[in-house]
């Protein structure tokens, strides 16, 4: 979404970087290049006006303190990195539980904004920390909704308080305050109100979600809405917030192609946090909203710390701990290895997704629209297709062994061929890194990356040091009993 913005803050800042010495017109032309870009990108001008001043204050205040060789450029990024922070609402917000169960969400907002789907995610979201939500439909307006969400909790494993069949049948009022009562019988420790929505704000909506909050009293009411929707997010939630009042915001379809500009806007001008946000169709693309997150892939340095905890769910850790002392050994890393990899790699979700988090991602924007997604299960084939003792040594695999692969695989003889050549670069790189916490050579393989690329992307060069010689070694003395004495020492 936030890619044609992200391009132009990166130009931006690139221009400003090859300038040397910064002055204040210097500083003055970026601000105008960050306000195009913002306005460009549809963020309402009431945010944008104070943000740039803000920026340019700031920037022209710290210009006479920066001493000759800093990275002047690198100070006015901070300070822009900074300002967008607040602006996202400045540090992630989690859900208030209660003290005495069970928790009550209620979802707002308008129809055809996701809640629904969103009732589900959130569940499943919690439910994976060990809570037992509650789903409960309260939107018995909207034609089959009711049914949605049995489908939705059903593909979850959360339970549905559904006590009335909806298409416009029931009361939502009295189905919301049932489901506390059956909640608290059941010892669920945590109820998801979905409520009904409109085309467009009018009185009775209004006035079923107000009779729904009066009547259970929620801990945390979410307003949900969708980020493509552009400054109409802004309007309707302000109208939202002066009709029932809301405690956050979560943005669902934040991986359209939308310009973005409701994500920049909203939390600042609504003064409620985005508290979470959704990235997808799949039940799993849904996460709490960091700020400064979200404002680095904005900026171009992409999202290493939610890449980081997305491995670590995919990646088991007890597979992770023996793959460790396996290389602890001494020992190579193996095409079952490379098997286990991919398996993790798969829960993780779409490869473009988890590229589009890495540093300088948008200079890759290209190769990673074009990455083919089935590249990882066409792998998966013909590794799968291998006996143990080829997984182990891919050195028996002579020409029949190949060809026998390649049919078990439905794959070509030279897809095999390229596989296991990529493979053994993977394995050299692999030997010069045994303790490196680099990209895992299966993501490093299933994009083409040549060997040794994945240990730059948060590994570690091991050896020497930067700016540190290797120690030399010593001449051997010609003397026989001298070089004696020496080999001794």
Do not use: W
């Amino acid at each position: 979404m936030f890619d044609s913005l992200s391009s132009k803050l990166t130009g931006a800042f690139s221009t400003l970087r090859s300038r040397g010495k910064i002055t204040s017109s210097d500083i003055d032309a970026t601000c105008s290049d960050i306000r195009a870009a913002l306005l460009e990108s549809d963020v309402a001008l009431t945010v944008i006006e104070p943000f740039i001043e803000t920026i340019r204050e700031k920037s022209l205040a710290a210009l006479p303190t920066l001493q000759s060789g800093t990275n002047q450029a690198q100070a006015i990024f901070e300070i822009v990195s900074a300002e967008l922070v607040e602006i996202l609402g400045g540090a992630a917000r989690r859900v208030r539980f209660a003290k005495n169960p069970p928790t009550v969400i209620m979802l707002a907002g308008l129809q055809g904004a996701g809640k629904t789907t969103l009732a589900g995610k959130l569940a499943k979201f919690y439910a994976d920390q060990g809570n037992t939500p509650l789903l409960v439909a309260s939107d018995l307006q909207r034609p089959n909704a009711v049914n949605q969400l049995q489908i939705v909790g059903e593909s979850v494993g959360v339970p549905v308080f559904a006590p009335e069949p909806g298409n416009g049948v029931g009361n939502p009022v009295k189905v919301a305050e049932q489901s506390l009562a059956y909640a608290k019988s059941k010892l669920y420790n945590m109820v998801i109100v979905d409520t009904a929505g409109r085309l467009g704000v009018d009185a009775e909506l209004m006035q079923q979600a107000i009779d729904i909050r009066n009547a259970v009293k929620p801990d945390e009411i979410l307003f949900v809405v969708d980020a493509m929707m552009g400054q109409d997010a802004v309007r309707t939630a302000k109208a939202f917030e002066d009709g029932v009042g809301f405690d956050g915001v979560v943005l669902t379809k934040l991986d359209g192609d939308a310009r973005g500009g409701a994500a920049l806007s909203i939390a600042k001008l609504t003064g409620k946090p985005i508290m979470f946000s959704s990235t997808g169709e799949k039940l799993t693309d849904f996460d709490i909203f960091y700020p400064d997150r979200m404002a680095s892939r904005i900026l171009g340095m992409g999202d290493v710390a939610t890449l980081a905890e997305q491995a670590k769910k995919a990646f088991d850790g007890d597979a992770t701990a023996k793959l460790e002392e396996k290389f602890a050994r001494g020992d190579d890393f193996t095409l079952s290895d490379f098997l286990e990899q991919l398996e993790a790699m798969s829960k993780m979700g779409s490869m473009s997704k988890l590229l589009g988090m890495l540093p300088g991602a948008g200079a890759m924007k290209k190769q990673i629209e074009n990455f083919d997604e089935s590249e990882i299960i066409r792998t998966k084939s013909i590794v799968q297709s291998m006996t143990p003792l080829e997984r182990e040594d891919p050195k028996v695999l002579n020409g029949s062994r190949r060809a026998r692969i390649a049919l078990g695989a439905g794959r070509k003889v030279q897809d095999v061929n390229s596989l296991v050549d990529k493979f053994t670069a993977a394995q050299k790189m692999m030997r010069q890194m045994r303790k490196g916490g680099g990209m895992p050579p299966a993501m490093a393989q299933s994009m083409g990356m040549p060997a040794g690329m994945g240990a730059g992307i948060g590994g570690h060069q091991h050896g020497a040091q930067k700016g540190q010689q290797p120690a030399k070694k010593k001449s051997k003395s010609g003397n026989p009993a001298k070089r004696a004495a020496q080999e001794q020492g």
